[in-house]
């Protein structure tokens, strides 16, 4: 995140504007540096740079006040412990974090409504957001302005935006004490609660504070005696806020380790209405953005029903679980999983389908590697399917997935041989990749027409 310290005059904030504007140009820039991969840290930090932005003309309002403080200041060396490591600055209100850093209470504040949960000082995750104020630093700074002749500011002056804090902590209260109450209740809380978290970071952040929030926001589904007792929109709003608040990296991990959240997810895969079953798949993908959470989510038996997603959603939650089951199949262990669930299949019928291809053989490939995957692919048509792609696509990368597991089928699978030399007398598709492909799709071609040149000199032979 930027540094919002408070520059001289009007050409300070120019200075800031700035920065803060460039800062922002690079995370856009990173967002959309790769085809393939979802950059969530550089989504979060263009949120914060637009964060940061919205609160420039706030910082104008009290330019003059940090000035004096500023002109103070010029002639005396401000002693680094009385500064805060945000703002470089003597700290106003010094507070201290769970890593027992300290900080000006102003800044890391506004660094935790952002929705961030890790010390920007350690980078440790911080166990809950209370800040606890620093006396010994504050009284030790009272001192040293004395001293020098400086004019410390009230922090009360610094605190409407603990004030705004405080009044969205009395809401998020009453919300999470409603999820208790009546059905009514229920809905209208978590209808709300779902839109805060969409829209504002610090209701995100507000979930990590006190480790019973997220057992009281699952609390209607969790005591449930089944799933048919559970209103749907009741479930959906619900499914929809653990969602939102999955997005932040820092949530993460303790939302997938909160116990319930992720077989409260699978429920919802299995047998809510189509809009919840989508939501929850595209938190499964978000949660899995971490390894730990990739092993959590495949062990407790979340491909099956992300694969019968993809078989029988519509277009929309096709591709949030097709996001989530290739995510998840980056960890190894996940992909015989898959293969064991039915994935197979499934991703060959909708490849054949002509439905996400690009996706879908990107997962395939990923699989291709594992025996059985192997042994289904020959058995449901897929070298034919396969080669359709090549011939019938001119997308460089769909041809060096499919080409990269013909290769695998190739080496694995001998009874596919007159198949692959049927197609290479009929339409040379893989010589003509071999000639005109990507450098990685010519390996593979060549790799392929080598083997059956050779086991083809070897039947001469004999």
């Known amino acids: 995140m930027a540094k919002t310290g408070v520059f001289e005059g009007d050409q300070g904030m120019s200075v800031k504007l700035n920065e803060l504007k460039k800062e922002l140009y690079k995370a856009v820039q990173a967002i959309n540096g790769g085809e393939d991969d979802i950059n969530v ?27 004096n403080l500023q002109n103070q200041e010029k002639s005396v060396v401000v002693p680094e412990e009385f500064k805060c490591p945000f703002s470089k600055e003597l700290m106003k209100d010094p507070v201290i974090v769970s890593t027992g850093q300290t900080f000006d209470r102003s800044f890391i504040q506004k660094w935790i409504n952002s929705g961030n949960r890790m010390c920007p000082q350690t980078q ?45 902590k009395d809401l998020f209260l009453s919300l999470l004490d ?40 699952l609390k209607p589904l969790s005591q449930s005696k089944s799933l048919s007792d559970v209103h749907p929109d009741l479930q959906e709003d619900i499914i929809t806020t653990v969602l939102n608040l999955s997005i932040h990296d820092n949530n993460k991990k303790p939302v997938a380790e909160t116990p319930m959240v992720i077989s409260l997810l699978i429920d919802a895969l299995r047998s809510g209405t189509i809009q919840t079953r989508t939501n929850a798949a595209a938190a499964l993908f978000t949660l899995s953005a971490l390894d730990s959470n990739k092993a959590l989510i495949g062990k407790s038996g979340a491909l099956k029903p992300l694969i019968d997603l993809l078989d029988e959603g519509n277009s929309l939650a096709m591709k949030d679980a097709a996001s989530a089951i290739f995510t998840l199949c980056i960890l190894h262990e996940n992909r015989a999983r898959s293969v064991r669930d039915g994935a197979v299949q499934v991703l060959l019928t909708k490849i054949a389908d002509r439905v996400y291809v690009d996706e879908l053989l990107a997962i395939l490939a990923m699989l291709s590697n594992n025996q059985k995957a192997v042994e289904e692919l020959g058995d449901l048509g897929g070298v034919s399917c396969l080669l359709s792609i090549i011939r019938e696509t001119s997308c460089s990368r769909n041809h060096e997935n499919s080409i990269a597991i013909l290769h695998t089928i190739c080496f694995n699978d001998r009874s596919k041989w007159k198949e692959l030399r049927e197609e290479e007398r009929t339409h040379a598709t893989i010589s003509k990749l071999a000639q005109n492909g990507t450098s990685r799709a010519k390996r593979k071609a060549s790799g392929i027409l080598e083997r059956l040149d050779r086991a083809m000199n070897l039947t001469h032979t004999a």
Not at 158 to 167: H, I, N, Q, T
Not at 178 to 184: G, Q, R
């Open 178 to 217: 409603k999820l208790s109450k009546t059905l009514s209740d229920q809905k209208e809380a978590a209808k709300e609660l779902r839109s805060l978290t969409k829209g504002m970071p610090s209701f995100r952040a507000l979930f990590g504070e006190s480790s019973d929030a997220l057992p009281q926001l």
């Open 124 to 168: 440790q995750v911080l166990s809950h957001t209370i800040l606890t104020p620093n006396h010994l630093i504050r009284e030790m700074i009272s001192q040293w302005c004395k001293k020098n002749r400086i004019q410390l500011p009230d922090p009360d002056r610094y605190s409407k935006d603990d004030g705004l804090r405080e009044a969205d």
């Open 41 to 67: 840290d550089a989504i979060d930090m263009a949120q914060n740079m637009l964060n940061a932005l919205k609160d420039l003309k706030l910082e104008r309002c009290s330019s003059s006040i940090s000035l």
